[in-house]
């Protein structure tokens, strides 16, 4: 099997996204982000190639990008278009004015490089890295470019998984290198520089074995989340697909779809209302100092209640442990006590020094009834 960092990351995500996309090769249009890092990459590309005798100008770097994103913005809806071209250029001007001079014996030893590395056995890792330097000392760096506006923390990247199998390419391909890797966020031009510890790269390999045995065991259960949200297949998602209604059955989905948003409007509503009137009686009853009020056919009366919410475990352990009955509670719960309150062994006196080590939480009610009758018509509890 030939396993891509994008293909782990997809079916980690969702391993029907995973089936759609590359077992089953369902085509959907691609996002104008993908179009956009494609056309941004390609004149990248151009400006660090090694093949160049000296590093080209900005306006060729620019002439690049124009050159790639003409042969991808006609997928780009007009109103995103010119919004991305703009974007694109000025980003590209301000990477090369910020790295036009380059530090002293660094250089590129390529870009775009391929690699197809042995995985276990009788697998392989697959994909491209951006760019690989060679720096001062023989030490190589491994970019990769983001075009994205996220920029995460330095620390929520420090476990990052493409950065990870990068790494595990660049020790097969330049073996007995020091290698760091750094992202470039172009948009906001800033340098991430990360490196992968033994214990990272070792769970990762983890992590795509697990991968792996999913896909050879065809396991593609839809996983829903934040991301179907933005899904391009989502319309082809069992999940999310429009249900196809047998002959006989005759309802009118939108009447209950409107109705059910409407009901559940009312009652956010009401709940929202309910707290304001619980809070204003309330403040009456306290202000009045008193636990009942009667008015307009109603009276509305407020309890408080104690209730056991843990135990103290020290108090608990010296008031059991003389008995010989500390061993008797497995754990420090109510239930736990519990039984031993009840195991008819203890005097009142005992059972009363036990309750000591209980810590209680106050609880109160406000009722609400018609003074006519006995039904109550609300309960409110804290």
Not at 31 to 52: T, W
Not at 122 to 139: A, C, E, K, Q
Request: net charge negative; charged share 35%; hydrophobic share 35%.
């Amino acid at each position: 099997m030939r396993i891509s960092y994008s293909r782990f990351a997809t079916y980690r995500m969702c391993p029907r996204q995973y089936k759609l996309q590359y077992v089953d090769r369902v085509r959907v249009p691609t996002a104008v982000q993908l179009h956009f890092g494609s056309a941004v990459h390609e004149a990248l590309n151009f400006m660090y190639d090694p093949r160049h005798l000296r590093r080209p100008e900005v306006e060729q770097v620019v002439e690049a990008f124009v050159e790639a994103w003409r042969g991808r913005e006609r997928e780009v809806s007009e109103e995103q278009r010119q919004a991305y071209f703009e974007q694109g250029v000025e980003m590209l001007r301000r990477h090369w004015e910020t790295h036009r001079e380059r530090e002293e014996g660094r250089s590129t030893a390529a870009t775009e490089q391929f690699f197809n590395i042995p995985f276990d056995e009788g697998h392989l890792l697959t994909g491209r890295i951006d760019r690989v330097d060679v720096l001062p000392g023989n030490r190589l760096e491994i970019v990769d470019y983001k075009t994205s506006r996220r920029m995460p923390a330095q620390r929520d990247m420090e476990s990052n998984a493409q950065l990870a199998i990068y790494r595990m390419a660049a020790d097969h391909l330049y073996p007995g290198r020091e290698v760091t890797t750094t992202l470039v966020y172009l948009l906001h031009d800033f340098e991430m520089r990360l490196t992968q510890t033994e214990e990272l790269l070792e769970e990762t390999r983890g992590e795509i074995r697990e991968v792996m045995a999913g896909i050879q065991s065809e396991e593609y259960e839809p996983t829903p989340g934040t991301h179907c949200d933005w899904c391009a297949y989502r319309e082809h998602c069992p999940l999310f697909r429009a249900p196809v209604a047998p002959e006989d059955v005759e309802v009118d989905v939108a009447a209950l779809l409107r109705e059910y948003a409407e009901v559940e409007t009312e009652e956010k509503e009401a709940a929202a209302r309910r707290g304001e009137l619980k809070a204003a009686l309330e403040e009456y009853l306290d202000r009045c100092e008193t636990e009942t009020v009667e008015g307009g056919g109603y009276v509305a009366e407020r309890r408080s209640y104690k209730r056991v919410a843990g135990w103290d475990a020290e108090r608990l352990r010296a008031a059991l442990e003389p008995l010989g009955l500390w061993d008797r509670v497995t754990q420090v719960s109510s239930a736990g006590v519990r039984q031993v309150l009840s195991s008819g062994e203890l005097s009142g006196g005992q059972k009363r020094e036990i309750e000591t080590a209980a810590e209680y939480r106050e609880t109160k009610t406000l009722r609400v009834k018609p003074t006519a009758g006995d039904e109550d018509v609300e309960e409110m509890e804290e």
